[in-house]
Nanobody, 122 residues
Framework: QVQLVESGGGLVQAGGSLRLSCAAS????????MGWFRQAPGKEREFVGAITWTGGPTIYADSVKGRFTISRDNAKKMVYLQMNSLKPEDTAVYYC???????????????WGQGTQVTVSS
C-alpha cells in the first residue's frame, strides 16, 4: 500500500517555474515506478512523465519534453516534478501515481494522490 500527497502547485506567469512534490508513505514505495499526470478542465487525464523505481530512466510526453524534469529520492520517499518555461496550456490539476512498472497509461497505475492545481497565466 502506498499513500501519495502532492504539493507545490499554485499560480505562475507564463515562462515561470514551479516544482511539485509528491510525498509517499508505505514500506514498498522504493519498488514502484512513479508517474505524473495532469487533467485540465473538460479534458481527459494525460500522461506527463514517469521515472523508474531506481530513479534512472525517465520518459516524458512530447508536450513537456525539455521543459519538465522528474526526479525521486527514495530515502525521503519523495518524487518531484520540476516545471520550467511554463505555458498557459500547462494549466491543470497534477497528480502523482505509483505503478509496478513505468508506463504512460493511467490504468497501469495503482495508487494516486489527490492532485495539486497548477495555473499558468498569460
Amino acid at each position: 500500500q502506498v499513500q501519495l500527497v502532492e504539493s507545490g502547485g499554485g499560480l505562475v506567469q507564463a515562462g515561470g517555474s514551479l516544482r511539485l512534490s509528491c510525498a509517499a508513505s508505505g514500506r514498498t514505495f522504493s519498488t514502484y515506478a512513479m508517474g505524473w499526470f495532469r487533467q485540465a478542465p473538460g479534458k481527459e487525464r494525460e500522461f506527463v512523465g514517469a521515472i523508474t523505481w531506481t530513479g534512472g530512466p525517465t520518459i516524458y510526453a512530447d508536450s513537456v519534453k525539455g521543459r519538465f524534469t522528474i526526479s525521486r529520492d527514495n530515502a525521503k520517499k519523495m518524487v518531484y516534478l520540476q516545471m520550467n518555461s511554463l505555458k498557459p496550456e500547462d494549466t491543470a490539476v497534477y497528480y502523482c501515481a505509483a505503478s509496478p512498472k513505468v508506463g504512460v497509461a493511467s490504468r497501469e497505475y495503482d495508487y494516486w494522490g489527490q492532485g495539486t492545481q497548477v495555473t499558468v497565466s498569460s
